[in-house]
């Protein structure tokens, strides 16, 4: 995927999404809330369905038969994403802060989130094995100063560094997967994008994309698989432009309409 191409999508988008009634941003922004929740949590073995996710966040209906933490799980994941949506609308940068509170969000009636792990964690089928506690306290230390100083580069690339240097360090003792997917989302909304679902299907792709950076420092995988989200998003908003106002989206074209 050209990312220059994609950053012209996006660029139309943000300049024509007022074209679209309040009704219409509104099913689309509520429709990949559901959706995200739980492919997010699907991804980390959660059994809620995608029906069942909606009954939980949209409809504030009870759903019996499921295990109480699988419950907060959905419930607290749509809390985050609202936490970070409202974080980005303030122009807050992503900091230590910030994915402390997600974490704490995401592990609420669970366990105490929001602290960083005392003891070795093991990645079940995966090649990689997370540093140990002493090392990861350097290396998460690194990372917050990275964080800080790759803020000027491209968001999708962003993006994808932010997610995979996190995960890799494994900071949590529970909910790195979901905390590195919404400070994913965190950069790329601050980038003016629009956030991704990985669906549950893809669970494998997506997994052997952060292997390959965490065995192998090879980023472009995963920058890919994160273009291709970010573009079937993209297109979905840019034909409902174009059924809309008849503006249709053109390589190279003047974006402000």
């Known amino acids: 995927m050209d990312l220059a191409i994609l950053k012209q999508k996006k660029e139309f988008v943000n300049a024509n999404m007022h074209t679209l009634s309040q009704a219409a941003q509104e099913n689309y922004a509520t429709a990949f809330d559901i959706e995200y929740t739980h492919n997010s949590t699907a991804i980390e073995g959660n059994t809620l369905t995608l029906m069942e996710t909606k009954l939980l966040i949209e409809d504030k209906l009870s759903v019996g038969g499921k295990d109480l933490r699988e419950i907060y799980e959905v419930v607290n994941h749509n809390k985050a994403f609202s936490y970070i949506s409202k974080k980005v609308l303030k122009k807050d940068p992503l900091d230590e802060k910030i994915i402390k509170d997600i974490h704490a969000l995401l592990m609420e009636n669970i366990i105490v989130g929001g602290v960083y792990r005392n003891v070795e964690v093991y990645i079940s089928g995966a090649q990689h094995t997370p540093p140990a506690p002493l090392e990861m306290y350097g290396q998460i230390k690194n990372f917050y100063m990275d964080l800080a100083q790759k803020k000027d580069i491209e968001p999708i690339e962003l993006a994808a560094w932010t997610h995979a240097e996190f995960v890799k360090i494994h900071p949590f ?85």
Do not use: H, W
Not at 179 to 189: A, D, E, F, G, V
Not at 217 to 241: H, P
């Open 173 to 257: 003792i529970d909910g790195n997967g979901r905390t590195s997917r919404l400070i994913m989302n965190y950069q790329l909304m601050s980038g003016g994008y629009l956030p991704v679902s990985i669906p549950k299907e893809e669970r494998l792709k997506y997994f052997e994309c952060l292997e390959s950076y965490a065995l192998k420092g090879d980023l472009n995988m995963f920058i890919s698989l994160i273009a291709e989200l970010e573009e079937k998003r993209l297109d979905t908003y840019i034909e409902a432009i174009k059924n809309s106002t008849g503006i249709d989206f053109c390589v190279n074209s003047q974006l402000n309409t």
